[in-house]
């Protein structure tokens, strides 16, 4: 019998740990986290997982959630499991079983110390915006009919960058969002337009529920021209039911970038799925 691969190479009994890059089309699950009685981008990881290997216990734990229809670039996820095959091997035989949707880029056998959530320093998220009707994209972006002005939207998006509360971009109950802390620090927003693409790049070191999808909305509006740049801003100092009605479709957010401590905090924002 084989004994367990180990990042170290060392048979010491000590159970791996892989750390697993992940792209996913999030059009046809209902979000990354398992759930009873629906499809999920991690459910139909852990099954390939519990195929490839043999194996049923451990536990898949990602860096964090995204919505249903919410797609990734660059997921991050980490799991230990007994398995004589190398991270390259176990990639290939994942890949082999997941759909053609779900796509893992990387599988590096990793340090005990590190876990996928609690270890990231920073997240990104990009919004793609259509500025013309696509006949292939669709499932990947927000198609604005009305032009765009992207200068007032630079101007209201300047004000989320900071640690900001985000009580009126935060999605739950009222009791739900008044038991935890909406304090987020944003560390940059940019938008840049690159084709028939506008682009909503969002850094931070956290998000909250549909809070990136709000700010988007709060921005598109204001680039109408139906709101002014200031509203952001009020938005954010007062409770308001505004940003949730301006909610922006799930089909343009991606999960971009996760980033842990000495990873170079680059901005290369680009279309993930470019229009031209």
Do not use: C
């Amino acid at each position: 019998m084989m004994s367990a691969w180990e990042p170290s190479g060392n048979n010491n009994g000590i159970v791996p740990r892989f750390k697993l890059t992940i792209e996913y089309a999030g059009t046809r699950y209902s979000g990354w986290q398992i759930q009873k009685n629906a499809r999920t981008v991690q459910g139909e990881i852990d099954r390939a997982a519990r195929t490839v290997t043999g194996r049923k216990d451990f536990e898949l734990y990602g860096s964090g959630r995204t919505d249903a229809g919410v797609h990734a670039a660059g997921q991050v996820a980490h799991f230990d499991v007994v398995t004589s095959l190398p991270p390259e091997s176990l990639r290939r035989r994942l890949n082999d079983e997941l759909p053609a949707d779900i796509n893992i880029l990387r599988a590096e056998g990793v340090p005990h110390r590190f876990h996928a959530r609690h270890d990231a320093v920073a997240r990104r998220y990009v919004y793609q915006i259509a500025v013309r009707r696509t006949a292939f994209a669709k499932a990947y972006v927000w198609w604005v009919k009305d032009p765009l002005d992207l200068r007032r939207m630079r101007e209201a998006a300047r004000v989320f960058v900071g640690m900001r509360d985000f009580r009126s971009f935060a999605a739950g109950d009222d009791d739900e969002v008044e038991r935890r802390s909406t304090l987020v620090l944003i560390d940059r927003l940019d938008i840049v337009e690159t084709g028939d693409l506008v682009l909503v790049g969002i850094e931070g070191s956290h998000f909250l529920w549909k809070m990136v999808r709000r700010i988007v909305g709060v921005l598109v509006e204001t680039g109408r021209g139906a709101l002014d740049p200031a509203a952001a801003a009020a938005y954010l100092r007062e409770s308001s039911e505004a940003p949730a009605r301006l909610t922006a479709p799930p089909s343009g957010l991606f999960l971009d970038r996760v980033f842990y401590q000495g990873d170079p905090r680059t901005v290369d924002l680009r279309a993930i799925t470019p229009l031209s």
